[in-house]
């Protein structure tokens, strides 16, 4: 008599054949920890991790995985979460922080419960802590190197930074002031805080520019880019070269330009869907493999070329992004272990 296996019972077999960690971690519980979600790049991450997350609770990868954002940007509101977290039970919990240090005390509580901690994006600094995240230092540099083969005589820039006090305004800052020590005929005249959002970086912006030189180039973090330019616009000034972040307004305002008169510049920005990634990382560790702390990804970058494919592939009102599977974040852990 002929045995006839089930999809489930081969995937059960593959599983257990490839060392998956189905059997393993198919009863944990892993929680999102999220301190902001007021930008269309927090929204593409809530999306991309609640549509991985049910994937794998579906396939029995875990046994939930539940997302909690904070209702403000503050620091006590977000540790008091985490606290609540530790509470419930979870078995790891993967954490955009709204500080690098001041979260401190709780992700070790959370260690010290036992728990996993995974932390994205805004990364922290306690040591029992995992960090997934770009190198955000050298995309802050990279910008300036761009600007530096389209600009080979320099000029005045203006830098919009982020969220005050996150560890990710605060390194892609330090490769900006980098990539500017690297090429000195470029100057920062004038520093605004965008938040990561365009109607806020368009107020700051407008409210700098009658005071300003010329700007050639704008640097910022993400999420900027088209608030930079309907400022410029609105004062009556040339559009400097605009570095984008992937947001589907900036791309399309940059087609826009390019289709009428040319415009060229360069976008790229660590993906929303960056969070799988994390998601996953938690999973490998609580399945018992060997993760360094540090796990680092490449940041999705779009050029001229490339563009009309992001804009396509980027929803209305939305961001360019992608997400990633288990065997990703193995192919991560272990490019970022040599």
């Not at 000195?184 to 806020?200: Q, R």
């Not at 409210?207 to 030189?213: E, H």
């Not at 540090?294 to 050029?303: G, I, K, R, S, Y």
């Not at 001229?304 to 360019?320: I, M, N, R, S, T």
Request: net charge negative; proline share 4%; hydrophobic share 45%.
């Amino acid at each position: 008599m002929k045995t006839i296996m089930t999809t489930t019972a081969i995937a059960l077999v593959l599983a257990f054949a490839a060392g998956s960690a189905l059997a393993d971690t198919s009863g944990k519980k892993v929680a999102l920890s999220n301190n902001y979600a007021g930008n269309s790049w927090r929204q593409a991450m809530l999306h991309s991790w609640d549509k991985v997350a049910k994937a794998a609770v579906a396939d029995h990868m875990v046994a939930s995985a539940d997302s909690f954002t904070t209702a403000d940007k503050e620091v006590p509101t977000q540790a008091a979460q985490l606290q609540n977290l530790i509470l419930q039970g979870y078995d790891a919990i993967v954490i955009d922080a709204a500080s690098p240090e001041a979260l401190n005390g709780a992700v070790k509580a959370a260690c010290d419960a036992g728990i996993t901690v995974v932390s994205y994006d805004g990364t922290v600094s306690e040591p029992c802590a995992y960090r997934v995240g770009i190198d955000y230092v050298g995309m802050g540099k990279e910008q300036v190197d761009y600007l530096a083969k389209r600009l080979p005589d320099g000029g005045n820039l203006l830098e919009i930074r982020g969220l005050a006090g996150t560890s990710i305004d605060d390194l892609i800052h330090q490769g900006i002031a980098a990539g500017v020590k690297a090429h000195p005929n470029f100057k920062i005249v004038g520093s605004v805080t965008g938040n990561w959002d365009e109607a806020t970086a368009q107020k700051a912006v407008a409210t700098v520019l009658p005071s300003m030189p010329d700007i050639v180039g704008v640097v910022d973090q993400g999420g900027d880019g088209y608030g930079a330019a309907q400022a410029f616009t609105a004062a009556g000034k040339k559009e400097p070269i605009i570095i984008m972040g992937n947001r589907q307004d900036e791309l399309a305002w940059w087609k826009q330009q390019h289709d009428a008169n040319g415009y060229t510049t360069w976008s790229a920005t660590i993906p929303p869907g960056g969070v799988t990634l994390a998601f996953w990382v938690a999973q490998q560790i609580l399945d018992g493999k060997k993760v360094p702390h540090d796990v680092v990804f490449p940041a999705l970058e779009v050029d001229q070329a490339g563009l009309d494919a992001a804009l396509k592939a980027a929803p209305v009102g939305g961001v360019y992004n992608t997400e990633y599977s288990q065997a990703d974040a193995i192919k991560a852990i272990a490019a970022s272990a040599k």
